[in-house]
């Protein structure tokens, strides 16, 4: 049994999953597993998986007879960890040799922190483009109102929806890794894991008082045409996200004011585009919730806000 866990759920990334592999064994905290779950991938993924595992008995490695879809097989990896601390480590990405020695204090030292994320560097090999990402402010401990006021409004910090860049509680996980999420066009979340991830953060969030910051770039995101976010259309990608927040303001969100500034947000996507899959109205982001009240001055400033962004947009060009 290890203190930490660190999840590599895997599908068809066998040009990429050595990178990811090593930078969880180049850890300098050494108590901790690798969990890797090989998704039926039709590549040469299960044989860089066994190469790795060969070489570190801290790698454990599983198959799926059939491919049971991505956030099953989230699950699949959790349920085999044996630690009490979780990193789940997309098979595209990378981590930095001080990722855990970093991130876990917080956890096994404060109760009331419910996750630590790092700064991040967004890297395209293709293009040699590398941006900082999810930077938030200093070092420290913050309030989860925070965390979550960002993620359903999109401000004022400039929080990650994904947990790649994460350390949580086992336990939590367990708990909110969701498979569906229902909504009213029928979209199946536990075979497209849009929005799945945002909800381990929002979930984990409601339950915890404070979440940790760390300003380095301890994690590196690759850019590339398989991704998810890159190979999504840009709006489907959005709505989808839209309606697992949607899911989480139905269900714990008490706060009349963000409730309404939430809202606002999405009477904006309906002009972008929400017509074309099903959404027509503000109330088809929900799945019971047919009452939905609009704040028109925090509106105001987000349509005011877009006009000057594609205003300068086109001047600097």
Known sequence: MSTVSILIPVYNREQLLGPCIQ??????????????VDNAS????????QQFASRDQRVRIFRNETNIGPVRNWRRCLDYATGEYVKILWSDDLIAP???EKTLPY???????????????????DTGKRARAYVIGDTGIYDTGKYIE???????????????NALFRKKDLEKNIL???PNKIGSDFKMHAIGNDALIYLLTAKDYPRFAFINESLASFRAHNDSITISSDSIKLTILYHIAKAYFVE?????????KKFNSRLSLLLLKGGKKMGIRKIQDFYFNNDKVDI????????????LFKNFFSVFIK
Do not use: M
Not at 23 to 36: C, F, G, M, R, Y
Not at 107 to 125: A, M, Q
Not at 295 to 306: A, M, N, Q
């Open 23 to 36: 930078s969880a064994l180049d850890q300098t905290v050494t108590d901790l597993e690798i969990v890797i």
């Open 42 to 49: 039709t590549d040469g993924t299960w044989e860089v998986c």
């Open 98 to 100: 001080t990722f855990i």
């Open 107 to 125: 956890l096994e030292g404060y109760n009331d922190v419910g996750f630590v994320f790092t700064g991040t560097e967004i890297f395209n090999n």
């Open 150 to 164: 960002s993620s359903l409004l999109g401000r004022p910090l400039p929080v990650p929806v994904s947990p790649g």
């Open 179 to 181: 498979l569906d999420v």
């Open 251 to 259: 269900n714990h969100i008490d706060d009349i004011n963000l409730r």
């Open 295 to 306: 704040d028109y001055l925090f509106l105001g400033t987000l349509i005011l806000r877009k």
